[in-house]
């Protein structure tokens, strides 16, 4: 994009404005699912269809819910991580049409931080 700053206002080209298109759609759920092993987690399909990951020492979850967690507002995933007396864990929501490619991402950079005690 080509900005011109040292006029007053906003400038910028044609091709910078031009329409774009995005990835819609929630995808492929097996993206996400398929980085898991079963030598370092447990899957568990529930009566609703929906998926729970857990690492085996419990600090990590991941839970698709393909209709939408129950009590939430569209929820589709949602991963957390437990912390430690020391430092607090955390939780990330995705909604049931957040592309499962961006979904695999977010697990790919969670997994990447783990290391064994």
Do not use: C, I
């Amino acid at each position: 994009m080509t900005v011109n700053l040292s006029q007053p206002g906003f400038s910028t080209t044609v091709e910078a404005l031009r329409a774009r298109s995005w990835q819609l759609g929630p995808g492929q759920p097996m993206s996400v699912l398929d980085q898991f092993s079963e030598a370092d987690f447990k899957l568990v399909v529930d009566d609703r269809a929906d998926v729970h990951v857990n690492s085996k020492d419990g600090r990590f979850y991941l839970g698709w819910f393909p209709t939408g967690r129950p009590g939430t507002d569209r929820e589709g995933w949602k991963l957390a991580v437990t912390g430690t007396a020391q430092v607090p864990g955390y939780h990330v929501s995705f909604d049931t049409e957040t592309p499962a490619q961006v979904v695999a991402a977010a697990v790919a950079a969670v997994l990447a931080t783990s290391r064994p005690l």
